[in-house]
T-cell receptor
Framework: GENVEQHPSTLSVQEGDSAVIKCTYS??????FPWYKQELGKRPQLIID?????GEKKDQRIAVTLNKTAKHFSLHITETQPEDSAVYFC??????????FGDGTTLTVKP | GAVVSQHPSWVICKSGTSVKIECRSL??????MFWYRQFPKQSLMLMAT?????????EQGVEKDKFLINHASLTLSTLTVTSAHPEDSSFYIC????????????FGPGTRLTVT
């Protein structure tokens, strides 16, 4: 089955700096890669996603890149703000819709 | 659009009893729903895939007789934790997809189960 690895497990940045979280996946059949933000006790919230036919996608301060050959994808958050502090999960999904999640990254943005 | 609800949002039960959690797609039909379990400070672990009108597909290590899943309609899936034990205490989250071929999942708000 699919295996998703996510790094780092914790990340602390100063407000205004950039944050990068990286994931690798193992199953070449995976074709959809969402990123979720989860606050304590809440549901995961989709913040950005990318499909396997695209190399990069950007939405304001958030961007995701995908390297299909190397089977890795990354989340980039620029101009971080304290409200960006949360746990971020990457996931890899196949056409069947079943997703495998990374272990999560706890992002702390210090004011 | 694409709203998923769960009920209850939290529940406390005694060891040995059973608890049912409902997952509903409010404004769309979901042929497939997924059930996840999340322990504190851990990731979401897929328990099973629930398809309307057919038996659920369970992930390795998940006991199907303990976690009963029923997907009786295109808008409702239920997870019943039978003979609950304290180690079953967790955050249970469901998700639904709009249609086959579209991977995006819509998550319910989760159910916090505490077994005493």
């Amino acid at each position: 089955g699919e295996n998703v690895e996510q790094h780092p497990s914790t990340l602390s940045v100063q407000e205004g700096d950039s944050a990068v979280i990286k994931c690798t996946y193992s199953d070449s059949a995976s074709n959809y890669f969402p990123w979720y933000k989860q606050e304590l006790g809440k549901r995961p919230q989709l913040i950005i996603d990318i499909r396997s036919n695209v190399g990069e996608k950007k939405d304001q301060r958030i961007a995701v890149t995908l390297n299909k050959t190397a089977k890795h994808f990354s989340l980039h958050i620029t101009e971080t703000q304290p409200e960006d502090s949360a746990v971020y999960f990457c996931a890899a999904s196949s056409a069947a819709g079943k997703s495998t999640f990374g272990d999560g990254t706890t992002l702390t943005v210090k004011p | 659009g694409a709203v998923v609800s769960q009920h209850p949002s939290w529940v406390i039960c005694k060891s040995g009893t059973s608890v049912k959690i409902e997952c509903r797609s409010l404004d769309f039909q979901a042929t497939t729903m997924f059930w996840y379990r999340q322990f504190p400070k851990q990731s979401l672990m897929l328990m099973a895939t629930s398809n309307e009108g057919s038996k659920a597909t369970y992930e390795q290590g998940v006991e199907k007789d303990k976690f009963l899943i029923n997907h009786a309609s295109l808008t409702l899936s239920t997870l019943t934790v039978t003979s609950a034990h304290p180690e079953d205490s967790s955050f249970y989250i469901c998700s639904a997809t709009l249609s086959s071929g579209k991977n995006e999942q819509y998550f319910g708000p989760g159910t916090r189960l505490t077994v005493t």
